[in-house]
């Protein structure tokens, strides 16, 4: 299967502490999203890059959240000095330039902050 | 984007059909309708899009309203298995322009804004 993948599938993690995130898209897609869902809610867009380009970012992407997408490939997603709040399934999802840009998700990382 | 309106939940026989009912009644010329579902605890799946004409594909139908105001998503033989929630999104494709509006500004990727979606529960 050549979905797109993210690792970890769960992480737990103190207050304060610094998490990462990745995501590796379908292979031929130049566009990478990232969301955040949290219970009972739809996702909530964070972020987006085209190639390795990041073109657009979310109100909700603070200070502590960064991404990159160094090669135009996979993506990684930091949070630094995790609060509670951050708890949440993150969403990684690609899309290409060639079709009409339906965006296919990955399975997710489940944050839990303690 | 566009705002839409679903039903909170719905409920189905397994092997009747499920008709889930979405209302855009702001849409513009270059949105397009697009449909996801998600099962508990996994990802987004894409099931379908369209703009104004009915669109079938393997998952499922979907019917649009000629004024383009509301649509129909239509799983022919729901199964347990298609218990999730649906969400109805409103999009321009900015891939490719309209062809409702084809002087409307094209390229750039664009977020996709979920709502709450429908439940749909299919039972036995």
């Known amino acids: 299967d050549t979905g797109v993948s993210q690792d970890p599938r769960h992480k737990i993690t103190k207050r304060g502490q610094n998490v990462t995130f990745r995501c590796d898209p379908i292979?031929?897609?130049?566009?990478l999203y990232w969301y955040r869902q949290t219970l009972g809610q739809g996702p909530e867009f964070l972020t987006y890059?085209?190639?390795?380009?990041?073109?657009?970012k979310s109100r909700l992407l603070s200070d502590r959240f960064s991404a990159e997408r160094p090669k135009g490939s996979f993506s990684t997603l930091e949070i630094q000095r995790t609060e509670q709040g951050d708890s949440a399934m993150y969403l990684c999802?690609?899309?290409?330039?060639?079709?009409?840009?339906?965006?296919?998700f990955g399975p997710g990382t489940r944050l839990t902050v303690t | 984007d566009a705002k839409t309106t679903q039903p909170p939940s719905m409920d189905c026989a397994e092997g009747r059909a499920a008709n889930l009912p979405c209302n855009h009644s702001?849409?513009?010329?270059?949105?397009?309708v697009y449909w996801y579902r998600q099962i508990h605890s996994q990802g987004p799946q894409y099931i379908i899009h369209g703009l104004k004409n009915n669109e079938t594909n393997e998952m499922a139908s979907l019917i649009i309203t000629e004024d383009r105001k509301s649509s129909t998503l239509i799983l022919p033989h729901a199964t347990l298995r298609d218990t999730a929630v649906y969400y109805c999104i409103v999009r321009v494709a900015t891939t490719t322009s309209s062809a409702l509006e084809p002087d409307a500004p094209t390229g750039g990727g664009n977020k996709l804004t979920f709502g709450t979606g429908t439940q749909l529960k299919v039972e036995l």
């Open positions: 999802a690609s899309s290409s330039t060639s079709g009409e840009d339906e965006q296919y």
């Open positions: 292979s031929e897609h130049n566009r």
């Open positions: 702001t849409i513009s010329g270059n949105e397009y």
């Open positions: 890059f085209q190639n390795e380009a990041q073109l657009e």
